[in-house]
């Protein structure tokens, strides 16, 4: 079977039927690093699965960016703003590493929504989760000391990290560069310490 068959069993198990249906709008693509997915300036005209590889939303302004997230395997990319309201993308979607994405247009993907009941509920999940994750979110930057937040992060994104540039991990953490690397040190020697003792 696909792989697109487990991505979507992770939001919701689907019938033989949806994912027959699925398939036939399904569209893989490859795409090398620092690739923009998703920008403000044009519509979303897909909603993408990661198939491989890690993505990075973020804001920018004047020359200036501020990372959001990042999405890995099995997370599904669109903007809400766009998919529900049809209204430009407030963010950026960029490739961190090569990716493989499986890809359905927008207009194929509510299509599935309205004709398939498991691919409904596939959406609400992802929907949710989404919502949950931005909570939480704000939740961790609001009660979270540095050093805190630098250890949810290192938990979250154990196996990605390496593949994030400092900056976009500080960026996301709401820290400058400087003061990134000072937590990250902290962190760390407090680590080696406790494994000598």
């Known amino acids: 079977m696909h792989k697109i068959f487990s991505l979507l069993c992770n939001y919701n198990i689907i019938s033989e039927r949806t994912y027959e249906a699925v398939l036939s709008k399904l569209i893989t693509s490859e795409h090398s690093d620092k690739t923009i997915l998703i920008s403000p300036d044009k519509p979303q005209e897909m909603v993408y699965f990661i198939g491989e590889g890690i993505t990075r939303n973020y804001y920018s302004r004047i020359g200036q960016e501020w990372t959001n997230g990042f999405d890995t395997v099995g997370d599904c990319i669109m903007t809400s703003s766009n998919f529900i309201y049809d209204q430009p993308s407030i963010d950026y979607v960029e490739t961190c590493t090569n990716v493989v994405l499986y890809s359905i247009s927008k207009k194929n993907f509510r299509s599935l929504i309205l004709h398939y009941p498991d691919m ?65 040190k902290k962190v760390e020697s407090e680590k080696r310490l406790k494994v000598m003792m």
């Open 120 to 184: 409904e509920k596939v959406y609400q999940e992802i929907m949710e989760r989404r919502l949950i994750r931005l909570e939480k979110r704000m939740q961790a930057l609001y009660m979270l000391t540095e050093e805190e937040l630098y250890q949810k992060f290192e938990r979250e994104y154990r196996d990605v990290q390496t593949f994030i540039p400092d900056q976009h991990i500080a960026s996301y953490l709401r820290m400058n560069l400087a003061t990134f690397l000072r937590v990250r």
